[in-house]
């Protein structure tokens, strides 16, 4: 046998907040040894970057040490950092890719 509600009670529903996942900066590192064209190669092919926003950001590693590369989850994150290094490796470069949280 079930339960009724009994008459007037009212059901009250609750919303669950969904707090937005933590988001991680996709970083490239200096080395001395990877050419300036390969780092733009990979900001075009892995980040969907224009040419010449690949360059700018690739000056931005060359000078100050790294530079930004995106702001992802952090799934998406892990996933960028091992593609940059896999393609890194299999063209015989040092190139380091790293991700820190926002």
């Given at each position: 046998m079930g339960t009724r509600?009994?008459?007037?009670?009212?059901?009250?529903?609750s919303k669950a907040r969904v707090k937005p996942p933590s988001m991680y900066k996709v970083?490239?590192?200096?080395?001395d040894y990877t050419p300036m064209e390969?780092?733009?190669i990979v900001l075009q092919k892995f980040f969907s970057m224009s040419r010449e926003k690949a360059?700018?950001?690739?000056?931005?590693?060359?000078?100050?040490?790294m530079?930004?590369?995106?702001?992802?989850p952090k799934d998406i994150a892990t996933t960028k950092v091992e593609q940059v290094?896999?393609?890194?490796?299999k063209h015989?470069?040092?190139?380091?890719?790293?991700?820190?949280?926002?």
């Open positions: 509600p009994k008459e007037g009670t009212v059901l009250e529903t970083i490239v590192l200096n080395d390969f780092v733009v360059t700018q950001v690739m000056l931005k590693v060359h000078r100050e040490g530079g930004v590369c995106g702001l992802y290094a896999s393609y890194a490796k015989q470069h040092p190139l380091q890719c790293v991700m820190e949280e926002n």
